[in-house]
T-cell receptor
Framework: GAVVSQHPSWVICKSGTSVKIECRSL??????MFWYRQFPKQSLMLMAT?????????EQGVEKDKFLINHASLTLSTLTVTSAHPEDSSFYIC?????????????FGQGTRLTVV | GDSVTQMEGPVTLSEEAFLTINCTYT??????LFWYVQYPGEGLQLLLK?????DKGSNKGFEATYRKETTSFHLEKGSVQVSDSAVYFC?????????FGQGTELSVKP
């Protein structure tokens, strides 16, 4: 299957700093990428949908100024957590699909564990 | 709106026991249905999928049948192994966007 690489796999940062997470599709062109957040022992919650070359669409309740998403190319989307605080500590996962979307699987990155201290 | 409901865990079974994890969904239109598995500290892996009613997805001994009449996609395995211990997520796909159930933790004891 297609490969999606997420980097870094874990990061620890100080409160008030910003952290960038990358999501790359290695062997296909990802027209759309999704960003999810997972709290311990909980399900994945969709944060936003990003389409290459356009602004991301955020789910209700997700602060777009806090979670900056950029999808500048067909193989790369980035999520930047700005002015991170301890409550932003979580497991962030991206997924990618390619055009034409045919209602088949999305491919997931391995996730990034963010800890804000 | 669209949603997925799974049976609550944790589910604890002995090796070689039969597994069922219930999943029901609510959706407009005709979604595709998926089961994903997550091992500790890792991302999600697709376990199986079904794209239309009456389709049966299967992989690694796991099976699930897309039942439109009962809006269900229950996961089954005839004989579980210790290595099957993980969290299992049922999901539906709408426009590539996945909506997940709350996950069911499975623990298999030797």
């Amino acid at each position: 299957g297609a490969v999606v690489s997420q980097h870094p796999s874990w990061v620890i940062c100080k409160s008030g700093t910003s952290v960038k997470i990358e999501c790359r599709s290695l062997d296909f062109q990802a027209t759309t990428m999704f960003w999810y957040r997972q709290f311990p022992k909980q399900s994945l919650m969709l944060m936003a949908t990003s389409n290459e070359g356009s602004k991301a669409t955020y789910e209700q309740g997700v602060e777009k100024d806090k979670f900056l998403i950029n999808h500048a190319s067909l193989t790369l989307s980035t999520l930047t957590v700005t002015s991170a605080h301890p409550e932003d500590s979580s497991f962030y996962i991206c997924s990618a699909i390619s055009f034409p979307w045919t209602n088949t699987e999305a491919f997931f990155g391995q996730g990034t564990r963010l800890t804000v201290v | 709106g669209d949603s997925v409901t799974q049976m609550e865990g944790p589910v604890t079974l002995s090796e070689e026991a039969f597994l069922t994890i219930n999943c029901t969904y609510t959706a407009t239109g005709y979604p595709s249905l998926f089961w994903y598995v997550q091992y500790p500290g890792e991302g999600l892996q697709l376990l199986l999928k079904a794209t239309k009613a009456d389709d049966k997805g299967s992989n690694k001994g796991f099976e699930a049948t897309y039942r439109k009449e009962t809006t269900s996609f229950h996961l089954e395995k005839g004989s579980v192994q210790v290595s099957d211990s993980a969290v299992y997520f049922c999901a539906l796909s709408v426009g590539g966007k996945l909506i997940f159930g709350q996950g069911t933790e499975l623990s298999v004891k030797p």
